[in-house]
């Protein structure tokens, strides 16, 4: 039984590995602020995952705060980003400091108020 687990253990070991490589390509690579955020994401979700695969390995139950800390730390992370790309403009494809938001804000106000006067 210890043989077939150990097995079990390492193709487990092996796919998180793989996409692990693989999330890492993919935040390189982009083009998006939104595509490296989720692939960020899957990163830390698969160090989670590494992490939950050595506590079954070595029957360790201690490692469970720190699972639970990486796991909140991943989703606020992205609910963060999420929240800043929904004012990401389609043409730019990034996300706006707030110096430009307000400095675009501004212009579509002085556009307005010269619509307005005429």
Not at 16 to 23: D, H, N, P, R, T
Not at 98 to 111: G, W
């Amino acid at each position: 039984m210890t043989v077939v687990l150990n097995v079990v253990f390492a193709v487990c070991a092996l796919m998180l590995g793989v996409a692990g490589i693989m999330a890492l390509i993919r935040a390189e690579r982009g083009p998006t602020m939104l595509n490296r955020t989720l692939a960020l994401d899957v990163f830390a979700t698969v160090l989670i995952g590494g992490i939950a695969l050595e506590a079954a390995f070595s029957r360790r139950t201690d490692t469970l705060p720190i699972l639970v800390a990486l796991s909140l730390v991943g989703f606020v992370g992205s609910v963060t980003i999420s929240r800043f790309a929904a004012r990401e403009p389609v043409e730019e494809r990034r996300v706006l400091t707030t110096q430009e938001i307000a400095r675009e804000e501004e212009l579509r106000r002085r556009r307005e108020e010269m619509e307005s006067e005429q």
